[in-house]
């Protein structure tokens, strides 16, 4: 097992919990913005355009934000690349981020949880 | 006996170095404290490296003696205790500096790599002196600054489950559009990286206005490190919670600074230390909102 691997996917006392206590419908629909917005931070984290500041940012956000809904692995290995200061280790970074968003949003799936993408969820 | 011009005053030995003891670290964490502002600070610099004295030259303005009253309180609540340092090891570095006579800069430079650290997280919320006051009747408003979409529609919806309606903005015209609106918010929660604004400005800006001089303003950041943590509070806000936090924790804090008393989480124990507790809460707070 990797470190990677270590991470659980899911915080499962956050996810019951908010699951518990959130309004039914709203936390799945908080995710599946949240599983199509990492992606897209994913997508601007991979342009080979992007500024090591600027992918540095969209980890900083990825971090805060998967982190506080209960989807660890993806908070910390966000968390990793935010600290990255090599240019070098951004593929492989992106890659691991990114199989760990479509691992989570299996996860989500197995438990019930809508973890697609959704057009009209995206209003705040 | 300290070697300190003004012994009479101190009671702390100034080459101890201290850290923070799981009482003291959780203190930063459960989102409600009755530490002051120099106590937090204090707390906050304990980083198990640096000697009292150390500590106290990098703080501008503290007196020896209201240091030295900040160390006792922490130290009587057991939210201090002595860092297992290794003397020979701690000797041989000092020795070494000595010898490359680079010892004060040295010193100052693995202080201020200790301040900006990642990796440390609080959840801090302090009360205020006296409850604040609502207007009787009306809900309670907040303003949420976060520019983050499922971060700022999560905090959003968790402030709702307790009664309080938040305005959200995500950046600067929006702060200033969402500020404008009356009611005063009761409440602010302001991210520090915004994509054209820096929180720790618009904190120096609000404490500044008249309107908002007083109002609660919690720091909701990944910024992690206690040289932020302190740039906050030494700016005047209220709470420091880093990010990702746990949504019973920013409720927490959110009363705390209100005043207000314990959100149900509360009432079932710290959600920071017992996550068997956070659940019973949860139960809780269900039966109690809906």
């Known amino acids: 097992m990797n470190a990677t691997q270590a991470w659980p996917l899911i915080d499962d006392a956050t996810f019951e919990q908010l699951r518990r206590v959130m309004p039914a419908g709203e936390f799945s629909s908080l995710l599946a913005l949240g599983m199509q917005l990492y992606r897209q931070y994913c997508d601007a984290m991979r342009d080979p355009q992007a500024s090591l500041a600027r992918i540095r940012s969209e980890a900083h956000k990825l971090k805060g934000s998967a982190g506080s809904v209960g989807l660890t692995r993806v908070s910390r290995l966000a968390a990793e690349f935010e600290a990255c200061s090599d240019p070098s280790q951004v593929t492989p970074l992106v890659a691991r981020l990114s199989m760990a968003i479509d691992e989570s949003a299996a996860a989500l799936r197995a438990r019930g949880m809508p973890a697609e993408s959704d057009q009209t969820a995206l209003r705040v | ?290």
């Open chain 2, 1 to 290: 006996m300290t070697s300190s011009p003004t012994a009479a005053t101190v009671a702390y030995p100034p080459h101890e170095v201290y850290v923070a003891s799981e009482r003291g670290a959780a203190e930063l964490r459960r989102g409600m404290t009755r530490l002051s502002q120099l106590e937090i600070e204090l707390l906050v610099r304990l980083d198990g490296a640096s000697s009292l004295d150390r500590i106290h030259a990098g703080m501008a303005g503290v007196s020896e003696h209201d240091f030295a009253d900040a160390v006792a309180t922490l130290r009587e609540r057991g939210l201090v205790k002595p860092a297992q340092t290794d003397t020979f090891a701690a000797r041989l570095q000092a020795d070494a500096l000595r010898m490359a006579g680079a010892g004060a800069a040295a010193n100052a430079d693995s202080q201020l790599a200790s301040l900006r650290a990642a990796g440390f997280f609080v959840g801090i919320a302090r009360r205020p002196a006296a409850p604040r006051a609502c207007a009787e009747g009306r809900q309670l408003t907040a303003v949420v600054v976060e520019d983050e979409p499922v971060l700022a529609r999560f905090i959003k919806s968790y402030l709702a489950l307790e009664g309080i309606e938040a305005r959200v903005a995500a950046n600067r015209a929006e702060v200033v559009a969402e500020l404008r609106k009356p009611p005063v918010p009761d409440v602010i929660l302001l991210d520090v990286q915004l994509p054209d604004a820096d929180g720790f400005d618009i904190l120096q800006k609000l404490r500044a206005h008249p309107a908002f001089r007083t109002t609660p303003v919690i720091m909701l950041t990944g910024q992690a490190t206690r040289a932020s943590v302190l740039r906050g509070i030494a700016a005047g806000a209220d709470g420091y919670m880093t990010k990702p936090f746990e949504a019973d924790a920013l409720v927490k804090a959110v009363h705390t600074v209100l005043g207000l008393g314990a959100p149900a989480a509360s009432q079932w124990g710290d959600p920071w230390v017992n996550r068997d507790c956070q659940q019973g809460a949860s139960e809780h707070r269900r039966g109690w909102t809906q």
